[in-house]
């Protein structure tokens, strides 16, 4: 019965590597006047209630294990 479970474990680990390393598709920017942005600069921006403001907007899309941040210049 080990070696059933450590065979199993071993090929859990094996797909979680395979999944994990898969090749991401690039985002697009969702406008032309967009950059991209890091999660550092979200956050901050967010903690200080600057997600929106007369020169832009902060934006977050993708799924929630794969996020893309941006920055859209008004």
Do not use: D
């Amino acid at each position: 019965m080990v070696g059933g479970r450590q065979s199993s474990l071993c090929y859990a680990a094996a797909l979680t590597l395979v999944l994990s390393s898969s090749p991401s598709v690039a985002q697009e920017a969702p406008g032309p006047n967009c950059r991209r942005a890091s999660k550092i600069e979200y956050k901050s921006a967010k903690e200080l209630y600057l997600l929106r403001n007369q020169f832009g907007i902060y934006l977050k899309n993708g799924p929630f294990w794969h996020r893309h941040y941006w920055y859209c210049r008004a």
